[in-house]
């Protein structure tokens, strides 16, 4: 029985949902923002702020941890070391660049616009079904 047991499941096995999860946490930590069904939407909320906990701590013991629980992807921009701002390209620009990837995104920005906020990093809104099973949509971002 599953008396007290508040986990969403997802219709899945433990394997394959820590799978969905972490990849569905990659994607909206690297683009802010995407469009999901809604009981995935719900059990991805508790997941991307408890990362964005570990993220506003920031030292090498909560960096460790972040990676065990997202996909650290590469998203396609750079980062300047000396002034660590983004850019598209490097050409034009003098200084050292590395590649930007989510965890580094996580660490250097997604943690300093949620500095002040005590949790909440995250909204759902309703979107309408989907056309095909008439599935119920969200939208789920950052704040």
Same mark, same amino acid.
């Given at each position: ?43 991805? +909320?508790?997941?991307? /702020? ?9 030292? !090498?013991?909560? @960096? &460790? ?46 943690? +300093?616009?949620?500095? /002040? ?9 309703? !979107?309408?079904? @989907? &056309? ?12």
């Amino acid at each position: 029985m599953r008396h007290q047991c508040k986990r969403h499941r997802l219709g899945r096995p433990q394997d394959q949902r820590k799978a969905l999860l972490r990849s569905l946490a990659s994607s909206l930590l690297m683009h802010g923002e995407i469009k999901t069904t809604m009981a995935k939407a719900k059990a991805l +909320k508790p997941y991307v /702020e408890q990362i964005i906990s570990l993220a506003k701590k920031g030292d !090498l013991h909560s @960096r &460790r941890q972040a990676v065990k629980l997202i996909f650290d992807q590469q998203t396609g921009k750079q980062i300047n070391l000396e002034t660590n701002e983004v850019v598209e390209t490097t050409e034009g620009v003098e200084g050292k660049f590395v590649d930007e990837t989510v965890l580094r995104k996580l660490f250097n920005t997604v943690a +300093k616009a949620n500095a /002040e906020r005590n949790g909440g990093y995250t909204r759902i809104y309703r !979107l309408p079904p @989907r &056309r095909g099973d008439a599935a119920e949509m969200a939208l789920i971002q950052l704040v």
